[in-house]
């Protein structure tokens, strides 16, 4: 039996199939992601247009999964299956990190693999996904070259307590001449930052980190210091 999981994120949908086999092992068939840019019912159309020969369609995801009229499941309960899939009972975990392009959460774990209580951060926007393409594209480098730069470059202190300060400073910064490169590092140290603040009651021992900036491995490298095993996943 072949189903398609389709999640819609605050800026990203993305969507697996997988099939099931006689011996009920779980298989992925294809990985969509793509960007919707406020534009869900396009970016969905254009997923389920390619997804021919699906019996079964389950979406998640914390807002927009309520405007789609498919069968659904909410995020944690996503989480968890995701993670039995991934893990099974072998990996004890202390924490999964859902850093995506609006919001910063913790699923907190238990002794028994499930989540036992969440954990957000503040909603500023500093920090999120989005809010650091849309510095990326102010300063006028690309994610690729912020990456690139950033991973060879000292930092340069930007703040996190608030997005109009964080945008102050980054423009206070190329207006000196500091190199851009300097910037995105201090952007990437202030978004593992953000993350380090929403878990500092947790011990900082085997943390999942899922979302689309847990593909920024600059940022992952600034919580590799602090965090005795950062774990994140090829999906």
Sequence with gaps: MKSLGICIGASTLSAVGITRDGNCQVHKTSIHVRPHNGNLREALHEILLSANGYAKVAVTGRKFRHAVNLS???????VESALFY???NQRKLDAVVSAGGETFMVYVLGKDGRICSVQTGNKCASGTGEFFIQQLGRIGISVSEAIHYASQEKPYKVSGRCSVFCKSDCTHATNKGIPKGRIAAGLCKMMAGKILEIIKQIPRNDIMIIGGTAQNP???SYLQKEIKNVIVPEE
């Design 218 to 220: 600059v940022m992952i």
């Design 72 to 78: 659904s499941i909410s995020e944690p309960e996503a």
């Design 86 to 88: 991934l893990n099974g």
